[in-house]
């Protein structure tokens, strides 16, 4: 890389950073992609991980081999703690490093409403360690109530304790979550026990919001919710959690036992908008310039989930909304934010003009519950059921990073669909968990 070159500084290897970084391969710069994780994640798929249906290395990929082709990028996995926009520098853990240009995409957290101490109780599913958490936790439940039975330690009460699992969130993930558990425990873990069966788990999801899936149109949220049903989960809407601890939750009051509680509701944006002190929404999301860039800082972009982007749309067929809208923190706005932000940079080293204003082409939103039942909202057309499935199956392989694992998750599905049977049953941490339980 030329001394001379401008250096582009990307934070987060997600969807928008990822997406940025390679938009610049033609670019006269040299680009630093930094993450504080060594991988580029598909979460979407994240579920599946967490539930047993695939292992990590499918869905997620080193970055640095993702971009090993590139010879204009360089990867550094750290930590960023702060920006100093007056010296143009990126702070890592020990470190600084210099910019000219700066792409910030690094997403979102859980938001537990001013109950950090709720984290640790209810995970929430975020990375591959969540993810392995969440499958660890959920396999642990069923061990424990078959041990408790086989050894008569408890009663029906306690089995029930064990096998009841509460969603806090009726989100995509509530919902991928809930409808998997509820099929995982009746299908794929049905005949494996001797002592409970683990048909008679109750899986409770909670939502807030008058229906599941709030983003999704009234029509698709209830067809959602009768299926969710028809799996056996039990749906609380308008049903607030007030509390979380070991035992369980508290919903609208009612004290709701449970050995296993998982976390989905709300989001909060990562601190790149207080690293700046920049112009915030109530999530945290900063709120960007129409071509993306930091109020008062041209050469600083925001893009994703950190970003609070408003901006004119167009549907699959290249109709144009009447009005802007709010882009949603799905993976489409960051993909293409990200690249608009890198075509930006690209013409302003060249000095050309200015692209016009970022718009977003408006896919659709897709979403799963369970095994062979999807949503297809296409804006332009609706449906649900099997061939939605079809549709969000074939669109997530196709952007799913690298053939070997597209090849690897077709396998993966088409086995687990004949069979109904989970590969992944194991999980990391046993020991640790044990020793931690184990009298000194
Ligand atoms: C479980 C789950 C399921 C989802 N399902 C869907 C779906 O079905 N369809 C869909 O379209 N969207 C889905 N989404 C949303 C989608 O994943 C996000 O909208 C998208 O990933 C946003 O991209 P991003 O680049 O803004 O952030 P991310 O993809 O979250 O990437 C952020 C990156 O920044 C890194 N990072 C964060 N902080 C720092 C720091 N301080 N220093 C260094 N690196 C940092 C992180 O390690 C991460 O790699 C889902 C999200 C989750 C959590």
Redesign the pocket.
């Known amino acids: 890389m030329g001394a001379s070159t401008a250096r582009v500084v990307v934070?987060?290897?997600?969807?928008?950073?990822l997406f940025a970084t390679r938009a610049l391969v033609k670019a006269p710069v040299s680009v630093t992609l930094?993450?504080?994780?060594n991988y580029?994640?598909f979460?979407?798929m994240?579920?599946q991980v967490a539930t047993g249906l695939l292992s990590a290395d499918e869905i997620a990929g080193p970055l640095r081999s993702i971009l090993s082709r590139q010879r204009n990028v360089e990867v550094l996995q750290?930590?960023?703690?702060g920006i100093d926009p007056e010296k143009r520098l990126v702070h890592v853990r020990q470190h600084e490093v210099s910019y000219d240009f700066l792409i910030l995409?690094?997403?979102?957290r859980y938001n537990y409403f001013g109950h950090d101490e709720w984290r640790h109780v209810a995970p929430g599913?975020?990375s591959l360690d969540d993810a392995d958490l969440i499958r660890g936790k959920v396999l642990t439940a069923f061990e424990r109530a078959e041990e408790m039975a086989a050894l008569e330690r408890t009663g029906a009460e306690g089995i029930k304790h064990f096998l009841t699992f509460v969603l806090v969130g009726a989100g995509?993930?509530g919902v991928e979550m809930a409808s998997t558990l509820a099929e995982m425990s009746r299908m794929a873990l049905a005949h494996d026990f001797r002592h409970i069966d683990p048909r008679s788990a109750q899986i409770l999801l909670y939502e807030a919001a008058p229906r599941v899936l709030p983003t999704f149109p009234e029509v698709l949220s209830a067809k959602a919710q009768r299926h969710l049903e028809r799996l056996g989960v039990k749906v609380h809407t308008n049903t607030r959690v007030t509390a979380v601890d070991a035992d369980g939750i508290v919903a609208n009051g009612v004290r709701v036992r449970a050995c296993t509680v998982l976390w989905g509701a709300g989001v909060l944006a990562?601190p790149a908008g207080r690293w700046l002190g920049a112009p915030m929404d109530k999530s945290g999301k900063i709120v960007v310039n129409p071509d993306l860039s930091v109020p008062g800082h041209p050469e600083i972009f925001a893009?994703?989930?950190?970003a609070h982007v408003v901006a004119e749309s167009r549907n699959l067929i290249g109709l144009k909304s009447k009005q802007p809208m709010v882009m949603p923190?799905?993976?489409?706005p960051?993909i293409q934010e990200?690249k608009y932000a890198a075509r930006v940079i690209s013409r302003r080293l060249a000095g050309d003009s200015a692209p016009a204003p970022f718009w977003y082409w408006d896919k659709g939103d897709?979403?799963i519950v369970g095994r062979t039942y999807a949503l297809a909202d296409l804006r332009f057309i609706r449906f649900t059921g099997f061939s939605a499935w079809i549709l969000w199956a074939a669109v997530h392989i196709y952007f799913l990073i690298g053939f070997a694992n597209r090849f690897l998750v077709v396998l993966q599905w088409a086995f687990a669909f004949l069979t109904k049977r989970r590969q992944v049953r194991v999980f990391p941490g046993q020991e640790r968990a044990a020793s931690a339980h184990s009298p000194r």
């Open positions: 934070v987060g290897g997600g969807f928008g950073g930094i993450d504080k994780r580029h994640l979460r979407p994240l579920y750290d930590e960023v703690t995409a690094t997403g979102i599913l975020e995509t993930v990562s893009v994703g989930d950190t923190g799905v993976a489409q960051a990200g897709l979403a």
